[in-house]
């Protein structure tokens, strides 16, 4: 791996408007050679919008990136060559066969002859599909059409790649071989890569660092294990029929507890339910006090022989696992997907 | 330089995309063949393009329809508008003999029940004639007319079924709506009807009548030389709609965003696409009139550099409306419709579908498109002798529309 140390992306301020409509709000954040950096947020969060701008796909409203030492304000056209990009959606000709796909797509970077073949026949090697590669791209399964739209954006062999949810829609197998893929190619060619999803396993499992990007903001980066210990040793729901001050400072004294306080927050809805926004959800009639633990094994052991010496009736327990969906909740108060 | 290299990389994608297409190729080079070959076939054996005098002898015959479809009626109304003919309607074939063998009239036509229907299942179809032997050669000519007139709805019943062979055929087509697929093969076949009634009002078409005058029949033109450049330049402008459709069908499904992130100036992205449909309508145009020499002797005149000028800036005019209709409308959907209607539309202005008489307000009209000019050049290199300089008004004409559709195309257009 090269040495981190070194900027590969400076994301300065930047912003995307559509009318009235703030869609991507100054945010800012930098990527380090060889770093596989996530962007993790839920549908609309901004994710495909902040990776167009970084690759002149879209003109950005305000602010800027520098890529490579060139600012794409200025030397986009330097900045192309450096990146590469995956979209979210299959971005192929689906009638054409996917040799003949990425032969264009290396054509258009500027690669031809015999440079162009090995570098095709290279990528084919990398998403497993060499067998395969003179079929129409239509014939392919979810999962094969997924992985050559990840070819496509190597054959030019880019340092910064932006992978943009490569993995929706795509079954297990697949997924994992993607998985292989992404890290091999960080690995053993040191390319940065830009990684979005809405599934917070597979950013936990590949990135060193991420951003939480919600509502066009980033609200919270940095490496996976720093984000998790931002719920501390836990966070544990607790739901009582009624809670004052007095009551809060006691459970904040019991060894264990950090933090002890009244959510405002309502229930999470149900996991079918829609968007958490637009969905009406009946408050819990109870009062909800979230305990941020320092241990929770320790927390809620004390917390229940607190209540039960207390005789408080406990009417509601929910333990928080450590992990990023729970960050996210914890941040913003909704959940990563509905 | 690399910007020509972008080019041209784009131009072969785009073809590449275009020749697996098969129901495109098919409305694109297939159809305008058959209608060509077909039309140009119809007029040959019906009569003889050029300055012919009409005839002055009257024919008196009989008419017995026994058949209510629209062919028979077609057969009726055709009659009906030959001048040589004068036509009295009985109701029964009784009647009919009695009065010819009494020398009332040369010879009564029938027309059985069911005639209509049998056109359309594409069976063999028959007119009965009843004829005075005694009349030979003025009965032998109502004969004649006779089965040019039949002919001609038997070709017309061949057209719709040749349209949807090929159109069953190109496969890709089974993939549009049925309405769709009905609409143009309706639009078509109407295209083909007008051209029929166009055939028989128009005063320069005659019944050949060299027998029975004893003038020397005039210089046949090959009407090929009309029939073949109105498709071409017709067929031509389908290509409007599909250039638009691909463009936008490619930012629906997200391939124009890699072109976007790739380091190729987006002059060569524009440019690629319109060479590469500009060759479309070249090959176009190539296929069209060499078949048409080759298998009908189409005249192919004097200057193969005038043809090439001239085929090169209509096929820059179709590609740059093409661009236009994709910067102004916004799914692939409203492309494919909206191109077809563009097409038939500015064919029927243009006078490539019903030829206008000269100086008449409509000829007027025909200058206001493209394919005026085109096809006043093309008649005048193919059937005058013209050469390269005579069709330079032409050509600039033709290019000069291509210039204001392009400009308009890039002030309206959206890269992203
Ligand atoms: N062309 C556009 N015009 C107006 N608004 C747009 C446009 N493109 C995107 N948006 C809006 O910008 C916001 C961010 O969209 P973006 O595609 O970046 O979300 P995302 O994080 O990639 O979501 P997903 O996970 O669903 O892909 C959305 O609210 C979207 O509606
Ligand atoms: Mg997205």
């Known amino acids: 791996m090269k040495k981190m140390n070194e900027m590969i992306l400076e994301v300065k301020d930047l912003r995307k408007q559509y009318g009235s409509r703030e869609v991507v709000k100054g945010i800012n954040f930098s990527v380090m050679a060889g770093e596989i950096f996530g962007l993790l947020g839920p549908n609309g969060a901004g994710k495909t919008q902040t990776i167009s701008m970084l690759t002149g796909v879209v003109e950005p409203s305000g602010g800027t990136a520098v890529i490579g030492g060139y600012d794409i304000r200025k030397r986009m056209n330097q900045v192309k060559k450096i990146n590469g990009l995956v979209p979210q959606d299959l971005a192929l000709y689906p009638t054409l066969s996917a040799r003949t796909n990425l032969n264009f797509f290396g054509r258009i970077y500027g690669l031809r002859g015999k440079a162009l073949k090995e570098r095709v026949e290279d990528v084919l090697r990398v998403v497993a599909l060499t067998d395969r590669a003179d079929d129409p791209v239509e014939n392919y399964s979810g999962g094969m059409k997924r992985r050559i739209n990840i070819a496509a954006g190597l054959v030019h062999h880019p340092r910064l790649l932006f992978l943009d949810e490569p993995t929706v829609g795509v079954d297990p197998q697949s997924r994992n071989h993607i998985f292989e893929s992404v890290m091999r190619l960080n690995r053993e060619r040191g390319m940065s890569i830009v990684y979005t999803s809405h599934y917070m396993e597979e950013v936990e499992l590949l990135c060193h660092r991420v951003a939480i990007i919600d509502n066009g903001e980033i609200i919270a980066l940095d490496t996976v294990k720093n984000l998790i210990a931002m719920l501390g040793g836990g966070v544990i729901h607790v739901g009582l029929n009624q809670v004052d001050e007095a009551l809060l400072a006691r459970i904040r004294a019991l060894p264990g507890v950090a933090q002890a306080s009244l959510t405002t927050r309502p229930a999470p809805p149900p996991a079918n339910g829609g968007e958490a926004a637009d969905t009406l959800t009946i408050a819990p009639t109870h009062p909800l006090v979230k305990v941020e633990a320092r241990h929770s094994q320790t927390a809620l052991i004390n917390l229940i022989s607190f209540l039960n010496e207390q005789e408080i009736p406990l009417v509601s327990l929910e333990i928080l696992e450590p992990n990023l969906e729970n960050v996210f909740l914890h941040l913003t108060g909704k959940k990563l997907r509905e | 330089m690399d910007t020509i290299r972008y080019t041209l990389a784009v131009a072969g994608k785009e073809l590449q995309v275009m020749f697996k297409d098969r129901g495109a190729l098919a409305v694109l080079f297939l159809l305008p063949l058959l209608l060509a070959s077909l039309l140009g076939t119809m007029f040959q054996s019906f009569g003889v393009m050029g300055d012919g005098e009409a005839t002055a002898v009257s024919l008196d015959i009989f008419l017995i329809n026994e058949d209510d479809g629209p062919y028979a009626a077609q057969i009726v109304t055709a009659l009906e508008t030959i001048d040589a003919l004068n036509i009295e309607r009985l109701d029964s074939v009784t009647e009919a003999d009695e009065r010819i063998a009494d020398a009332q009239a040369l010879a009564a036509v029938i027309i059985p029940a069911g005639f209509s229907q049998r ?5 063999p179809v028959q007119l009965q004639v009843i004829v005075d032997p005694a009349q030979e050669i003025a009965a032998s000519i109502v004969s004649g007319i006779l089965r040019q007139v039949a002919g001609e709805v038997e070709v017309v019943g061949e057209i719709s079924y040749g349209i949807r062979a090929v159109l069953a055929e190109s496969g890709a087509l089974a993939s549009a709506p049925p309405e769709m697929q009905r609409a143009i093969e309706a639009q078509t076949l ?29 210089e046949p033109v090959n009407p090929f030389g009309y029939v073949v450049p109105n498709f071409a330049v017709m067929f031509s402008f389908f290509l409007v709609g599909v250039i638009s459709a691909t463009l936008l069908r490619e930012k629906e499904e997200g391939s124009f965003r890699r072109l976007l992130a790739a380091p190729l100036p987006p002059a060569a992205i524009i440019a690629g696409k319109m060479l590469a449909y500009m060759l479309i309508v070249v090959l176009q145009v190539g296929v069209l009139f060499g078949v048409a020499g080759a298998a009908f002797d189409m005249p192919l005149g004097q200057s193969p550099s005038g043809l090439l000028l001239l085929t090169l800036a209509l096929a820059l005019a179709a590609s740059a409306l093409g661009m236009l209709l994709a910067a102004v409308v916004k799914t692939s959907g409203q492309a494919d419709s909206l191109g077809t209607i563009i ?11 019903v030829a206008f008489p000269a100086g008449s307000f409509m000829d007027k009209v025909t200058l206001f498109t493209p394919h005026g000019h085109a096809l006043r050049g093309f008649y005048g290199l193919l059937n005058d002798g013209l050469g390269v300089v005579d069709v330079l008004p032409q050509v600039g004409a033709v290019a000069g529309f291509a210039a204001v559709f392009f400009l308009a195309a890039m002030w309206r257009f959206k890269f992203e």
Do not use: H, K, W
């Open chain 2, 119 to 123: 056109v359309d299942a594409y069976e």
């Open chain 2, 190 to 218: 109407g295209v083909i009807m007008t051209q029929l009634q166009e055939m028989r009002q128009n005063p320069v078409i005659t019944v050949r009548s060299e027998e029975l005058a004893g003038a020397v029949a005039t």
């Open chain 2, 343 to 353: 097409a038939f539309v500015l064919a029927g202005l243009g006078g490539a579908i």
